[in-house]
Nanobody
Framework: QVQLVESGGGLVQPGGSLRLSCAASGYIFSINVMGWFRQAPGKQRDLVATITKGDITNYADSVKGRFTISRDSAKNTVYLQMNSLKPEDTAVYYC????????????????WGQGTQVTVSS
């Protein structure tokens, strides 16, 4: 079964940087879309960035120019480089994978990681 594991979260000062990683494991042939969502306390989970297997990216307006999403499809791993962090970026960041094709050629949708906490504070 497919599992996503995030890493790289932590505490950083405003203006600082963090790099999140998410590795997918299981009997995976390919993953169509991987991305990052975030959820602050009392708020809905919002899209941060996505990247397709063809490296087409999409970003929320609030992070454009500051965050960069990338992936290593051979390793089924997605990254989120976060620069110029603001207190408003504080949230639990969740890795997401959509349309995971297994080695048995079945398809799995909407796979979520457990989340990693990012706190931006002085």
């Amino acid at each position: 079964q497919v599992q996503l594991v995030e890493s790289g979260g932590g505490l950083v000062q405003p203006g600082g940087s963090l790099r999140l990683s998410c590795a997918a494991s299981g009997y995976i042939f390919s993953i169509n879309v991987m991305g990052w969502f975030r959820q602050a306390p009392g708020k809905q989970r919002d899209l941060v960035a996505t990247i397709t297997k063809g490296d087409i990216t999409n970003y929320a307006d609030s992070v454009k120019g500051r965050f960069t999403i990338s992936r290593d499809s051979a390793k089924n791993t997605v990254y989120l480089q976060m620069n110029s962090l603001k207190p408003e970026d504080t949230a639990v960041y969740y890795c997401h994978a959509d349309e995971v094709v297994t080695t048995a050629r079945s398809r799995i949708y909407n796979v979520w990681g457990q989340g990693t906490q990012v706190t931006v504070s002085s």
